[in-house]
């Protein structure tokens, strides 16, 4: 078996990761690196921080999946056990050159992942990007948060969380986009979800976007992220609905909203200087939504768009913890895909 590093020399990037002491880290939501393989026979040695020295914590445990020659559905779907263990990610009885995507489909939120390395009976090769780039900056929503989940009533389970399904990834798939997903579960622009009427400011967007992966820091340092290694085409801003836990209708609290929403707009715009904007919000409640186009119309900016997306429908079912379903997510891809195709022509 030949042995191999996650480097860019053998494989492509996937989404924001870290590069360190050998071995490729990752814990954004679909992140991960993609190659071409020739052979019957690959597997990896992969590393999660997760543990397992309590029962509860296996509904924290990180997934991933493995899919070939961009099939919709993976080939595996397996959680990573705890410390640094080999798994297997392919075989096939025929020698054939394959097209290999591992993703990581939980949320940066609970776990960090490294591939340590991977070995193969024949070559990798890093594959080919694609033709478009797309970055979605969200919370829990856009992590896929409970979307595999049968009821609202379900406790949070990463088993049912799939990044790979949710309207970002739905989205750039359909546009043939390579895509970054930077989200986090409760997270906010102005104040994160807080279950009092005191606002939660410790850990909000504007302060991590910047990062290469926060959820790296332990491991190395924090690193920033390079904005001039992965231009987007689009980015999709999906925020505002754990705002809206603190804002609570008060309209003072609401002005103080539109002022840091306006802000972390700009300030994407600036580190994005050609990139469309579209500035979503809506599957959770809209209620920020207003502020949401004020802030739109107060940058003067041709690029940046606001779009209400619909709510979740009692008919079609919800997630675990209130959250949008498989098929709620699929209606939010299309209204923005059609958004999406009418701002650039694709």
Known sequence: ???????????????????????????????????????????????????????WKEIFQPWAAVFVNGEPEPRKRFPVKEGTNSYVLYESDTDEEVVIRFAKLSEAAFSKMGIVSISADGEIRPAEPKPRRMEFIGDSITCGFGIESKSAEDGFRTAEENSDITYAALTAKTFGADFNLISWS????????????????GWIMPMIYDAADVGIEGVTDRTSWDFGSFVPDVIVVNLGTNDASYTKGISERQEEFFSAYRDFIADVRKKNPNSYIVCALGMMGAELFPAIEKAVSDLSDGKIFALELDGQLEADGTGSGGHPNAVTHKKAAEKLIGKISEITGW
Do not use: Q
């Open 186 to 201: 409760t997270i906010g622009v102005w104040s994160s979800d807080t279950k009092d009427d005191t606002r939660n400011g």
């Open 1 to 55: 078996m030949n042995k191999f590093y996650a480097d860019d020399k053998h494989v492509r990037a996937l989404g924001r990761t870290i590069v360190h002491n050998s071995a490729r880290y990752l814990s954004w939501s679909c992140s991960g690196v993609e190659f071409v393989f020739k052979g019957t026979s690959l597997s990896a040695e992969l590393w999660t921080d997760w543990t397992f020295d309590e029962p």
